[in-house]
């Protein structure tokens, strides 16, 4: 099971940080993944990173102003998003990939290959 939050309403500029909470399983196995929806689009991926915390890749859009990692000792998953912009705003959901590593783009980037889904958390940047 997993329990994101850590959304809100901020101004653009602004930061926030997400968390998600794995529970029942042990976490440090699992590669996790960051993915966002906005209204009317379809779910894009975001960040992932590898169960030891050692490897990640980032979308391009938010390089550079988001940064994810995790603490496997407290089953946790962060993501810390810097200087938050409009397009930002979205649902933001965490999720454990299914495949045993992260390094095939095609893969890591398709919502498809994630098994377990948090509930999502709402990132709202006001202009």
């Known amino acids: 099971q997993l329990q994101a939050s850590g959304g809100g309403l901020v101004q653009a500029g602004e930061s926030l940080r997400l968390s998600c909470v794995a529970s029942?399983?042990?976490?440090?196995?699992?590669?996790m993944g960051w993915f966002r929806q906005a209204p009317g689009k379809e779910r894009e991926f975001v960040s992932v990173?590898?169960?030891?915390?050692?490897?990640?890749f980032t979308t391009n859009s938010v390089k550079g102003r988001f940064t994810i990692s995790r603490d496997n000792a407290k089953n946790t998953l962060y993501l810390q998003m810097n200087n938050l912009k409009p397009e930002d705003t979205a649902v933001y959901y965490c999720a454990t990939y299914r495949e045993g590593n992260i390094l095939a783009k095609r893969n890591r980037e398709d919502a498809k290959k994630y098994e377990y889904w948090g509930q999502g958390t709402l990132v709202t940047v006001s202009s």
């Open positions: 029942g399983r042990a976490f440090s196995v699992y590669n």
């Open positions: 990173i590898s169960g030891s915390g050692g490897t990640t």
